[in-house]
């Protein structure tokens, strides 16, 4: 890469939007931030302070100061669409943090507004790109497991969720049938995003179920209010085909019909032991092979932050006229089938999907 890419952040002061400024810190040959909008004049002067990054007040002093490649939309759900819609109207590529609307009118709207209209929009899901996900992505599309049938998330909320359903199972736009239910227990607290907890706390927490038959194949989402950030609640993820399974880090094939081969996701790190290279993930192999090699590598990034790399690469890729990796169409659809969820859940009722315009894009 001849010179890093640059990139502007709306919403500069936000929890998620400093995961973008620690990515550039560590990758400043890849990329450079070059303003943050940040309406309050403390949280402002704080990042600047913080970041070395100049920050405004208004979009519009941003963009006079420096013309980015694009522009990173972090802030709430909503507030983003009309960010979008003026980043649009300037003709200026947008990475929208998720969801890009908070309800079904609203992504209507955008998808009649924006994609219908030709404007160069992203959305940062992040899930799919972290280092395990794409190691499992690249078995799947090996074809080791075989036809995939089925697939259980349990790892973050609904959009989250059901974009890694999406991509385990290979389903577009599909009709799909929800059914789903709520069960409540006490948990100790966990963390939070402002760390670790101050006291011991009982919580009462949901725990939320959801099956989707698309007919032929089904997805089952399971998901626990702050599941992700608790320390006593594991993650869990597993895809079956038909001559294989991936269950968390173990993969189960058959070498032939008679003969199994099990196998492990082994995360390779260095800067362990004697290992004086520095502290990174190197990759993931199943077996003797390479599923995944970090690009980033050596910069001290955890898992979270790899996969938000990515999306900034892929955002380069297409602001400079390439492919998109995760637009619109798709987090609507991702977003619609969520609220699907949240329906058969508070209802109880079964759900069916409508097929909805951005549909048609596929």
Known sequence: MSKPVTFAIVGGASFRAQYYL?????????????????????????????????????????????????????????????????????GIPALAETPPATDLDGLIELHERLTMRGAR?????QYHLHPLNVARMAVIREGRLGEVTQATVSVSHLYHGVSLLRKMLGIGFEDVTVRGLRFESDMLAGPGRG????????????????????????????????????????????????????????????????????LQFRRINRGEWENAEGYFLQGIMAGDRWVYTNPYAPARLYDDELAIAACLDGMAAYAAGGPGFYG????????????????????????????????AMS
């Open 22 to 90: 620690r990515i550039a810190r560590e990758l400043p040959e890849r990329f450079r931030v070059s303003g943050l909008m940040v309406r309050d004049e403390e949280k402002r002067r704080s990042m600047e302070e913080r970041w070395r990054v100049p920050a405004f007040r208004t979009l519009e002093e941003m963009l006079e100061r420096e013309l980015p490649d694009f522009v990173v939309v972090s802030v709430s759900g909503g507030a983003c669409p009309a960010y979008l819609l003026r980043l649009a109207e300037l």
């Open 121 to 125: 929009v992203q959305v940062a899901e």
């Open 195 to 262: 760390g670790p907890p101050a006291e011991e706390k009982i919580v009462r927490k949901p725990r939320d179920l959801a099956w989707l038959d698309f007919g032929g194949k089904l997805g089952i989402y399971d998901f626990t209010t702050d599941q992700h950030r608790s320390w006593i609640r594991s993650n869990h993820l597993s895809v079956r085909g038909v001559r294989g399974e991936i269950f968390d880090t173990r993969l189960n094939l058959l070498e032939n019909f008679a003969k199994p081969q099990p």
């Open 328 to 359: 619109l169409p798709e987090a609507s659809q991702d977003c619609y089938l969520g609220y699907l969820i949240e329906e058969a859940v508070r209802t109880g009722e079964t759900v069916k999907s409508v097929r909805q315009p951005w549909a």
